[in-house]
Structures are given as C-alpha cells and as structure tokens.
C-alpha cells in the first residue's frame, strides 16, 4: 500500500504525539509520587491532592499537546492507522521509567514492547485508504447504525460493572481494572475524536460542520470520555509500575479502538 498525502501527515502526527504522551507518563507519574508524599492520600485510593503539582500539571500539558497532534492525525488517516502507532509511546515510557523512575524493565517487557511495535507495523504497512467524507452527517449515519450503537451499548455496561463492580473489590490488585476501564472509553473517544477531526478539517476547507447538532454531541462525547480515561489512568498511574501500566493500556486501548473502527467504518479490506 502506497501512502497518500493525508495519510503520511497522519502518520507524522501520530509519531510526534507518541513522543509527547510517552513522556508525560513519567511526567505526571513523578507529580502523583510527590503529591502523595505532601499529602499522604494517593490518586489510587481517591486523592486528588496532585491537582495542586506543578509536575503532574506539566506532565499533563505534555499529554494535551500529544492528544492534540493525535487529534489532527485522526482527522487525516484512518483510525487503525492512527492508533497503533501509540506502540512508539509504550518505548518512549518504558525507557524513561527505566531511567528516571528506577522501575526495572525485564527481558518480558522488553519481549511484549517487541512484539507491540512488530504488530504496529504490520498494521500500518497494510492500512487501507480511507474513503472521502463529505460531511460530519455520513458519520453519524455510521455511529448509528446497529452494529455500533451494539458495541457502544456493551461498552457502557462493561465500563459500569467494572467501576461499580470491580473496582472496590480489586482495583488496588489487579491492574486490568483501571486500564479496562481507560481502554474501553478511549475506543469510543477514538470514534468521536475521528469524527469530531473531521468535521472540523471540512469546516476550515469551507464547508461549515458547527451548524449541525451531531457535531456539537461528538464533542461532548469526547469530553466526557477524556475525563473518564484521565481520572482512571491516574488511579493506575499511581497504583501500579509504569511498564505495566503502559504496555496493557496500550494493547487493549489498540486493539479495541481497531474493533471500533472496523465495525463503525466497516474497516475490513486491505488497500
């Protein structure tokens, strides 16, 4: 497959946004260690003394100016090549939690961030050409339709049980819980950021998205999604090793943004 022109500035986006959120793991990893020693309440079990970091808040504006690469990546190239490139992210945190952190990374995680960026890349050399979207309205025709209003619908449940569920019992022990909470609502912030880039990407070619309703819904949807995903992600953060956290997030946010895309776009062929 032949890159087009979005697609490659997709992709460089998608590179450079990788480097931003790798390193605000560590970044605000480092705030939520030092806002737990001046307060003595963790972010894990419910604190939110790191609001008052400076660390956690750089680490913070690093992943926003990643998210926002990431967002302008999506509104050029496909989602299932867009998101496995986070494979870059999981390197860069791993490496900086190695260094900086002194969390020791095995020859295990040194085997899984292999086979993550193996399985990235074999993804994007093969990822289709998107077909043109001509307005935000053909979009949500594809959110709405049954398939993805079922995943949607399944998503919702799975993040409830988990939250209500899961996390008194054994979120402080068992790492798949904040993770799969991050994983399953970043799958539906993907969509809507894809949507939401797009409609914007018309907008500033001309053809004005912000006077339709749907818009103004991907964008509550993605803020809602966002919000959930940080809050939980700094629960694991904190909770957790860095290289644990990092490597699972990815995978399960990948792989379920990938089924996401597949069913809402109806992503199946090769280009």
């Known amino acids: 497959m032949g890159f087009s022109k979005d697609n490659l500035k997709g992709f460089l986006l998608a590179l450079l946004s990788s480097g931003f959120i790798g390193a605000s793991f560590i970044i605000k990893k480092k705030g939520l260690q030092r806002a737990a ?15 008052l ?3 956690w808040w750089l680490g913070l504006i690093t992943m926003v100016v990643g998210e ?16 496995p490139l986070g494979a870059l992210s999981i390197i860069i945190s791993a490496v900086l939690a190695h260094f900086i952190l002194k969390e020791r990374l095995h020859w295990l995680g040194v085997l899984g961030c292999v086979m993550c960026i193996s399985g990235s890349v074999i993804i994007v050399i093969h990822a289709p050409q998107e077909h043109p979207i001509n ?31 899961f996390v008194p019992r054994c979120g402080q022990t068992n790492v798949l819980v904040f993770t799969g909470i991050c994983s399953l609502m970043g799958s539906l912030s993907v969509m809507s950021v894809k949507a939401l ?32 995903q940080m809050n939980y992600l700094n629960k694991a953060l904190d909770t957790f090793n860095t290289a644990v956290v990092s490597p699972i997030y990815y995978v399960m ?18 280009a």
Do not use: D
Not at 68 to 83: E, H, Q, R, S, W
Not at 207 to 224: G, H, S
């Open 37 to 51: 020693a001046a307060s003595g309440v963790r972010a894990g079990y419910g604190g939110y003394s790191y609001l």
């Open 53 to 55: 970091e400076p660390l």
């Open 68 to 83: 926002v690469a990431n967002f302008i990546a999506y509104a050029f190239a496909p989602a299932v090549l867009v998101t």
């Open 135 to 165: 307005n935000v309205l053909e979009i949500w025709s594809m959110a709405t339709q049954p398939a993805f209003m079922l995943y949607v619908g399944s998503v919702i449940v799975l993040v409830f049980i988990l939250i209500f569920h």
């Open 197 to 228: 880039g797009t409609a914007l990407k018309l907008t500033f070619e001309g053809k004005n998205q912000l006077i339709y309703p749907e818009t103004w819904f991907f964008m509550l949807v993605v803020t809602t999604c966002v919000i959930t």
């Open 253 to 270: 946010f990948t792989t379920l943004a990938i089924i996401a895309s597949v069913i809402m776009f109806k992503i199946v062929g090769v």
